[in-house]
């Protein structure tokens, strides 16, 4: 297994979830992304943080409300999620890209070369 996302589950509107995805294999210390796709819809760029985590990428929807972060010792990356509402309620996925230029952090699913199998979140209203 080379990227296990893990920490979704039940909250209500207005609370608070932390992912985190663990990294393995060829996938340590790469740029890291998170998606999200909800039932129904295509799947969605939320979140990307550069190899060094000196760079990250939000989706306009989450921005200021979600914190990516990494801690490269324990090859995890992790998403805070806070003030969550309806619309956040998705299948979320991290992904993992080999190759990338140093700072740049890719929000396309199609450039990202490893997927961990997704955690669901349900925001209850």
């Known amino acids: 297994v080379q990227l296990q996302a893990s920490g979704g589950g039940l909250v209500q509107a207005g609370g608070s979830l932390r992912l985190s995805c663990a990294a393995s294999?060829?996938?340590?210390?790469?740029?890291m992304g998170w998606f999200r796709q909800g039932e129904g819809k295509e799947r969605k760029f939320v979140s990307g943080i550069s190899r060094n985590g000196a760079s990250v990428n939000y989706a306009d929807s989450v921005r200021g409300r979600f914190t990516i972060s990494r801690d490269d010792a324990k090859n995890t990356v992790y998403l805070q999620m806070n003030s969550l509402n309806a619309e956040d309620t998705a299948v979320y996925y991290c992904a993992a890209r080999l190759r990338e230029a140093p700072g740049v952090v890719t929000t396309q699913a199609a450039l990202y070369d490893y997927w961990g199998r997704g955690t669901l979140v349900t925001v209850s209203s």
């Open positions: 294999g060829r996938t340590v210390n790469s740029p």
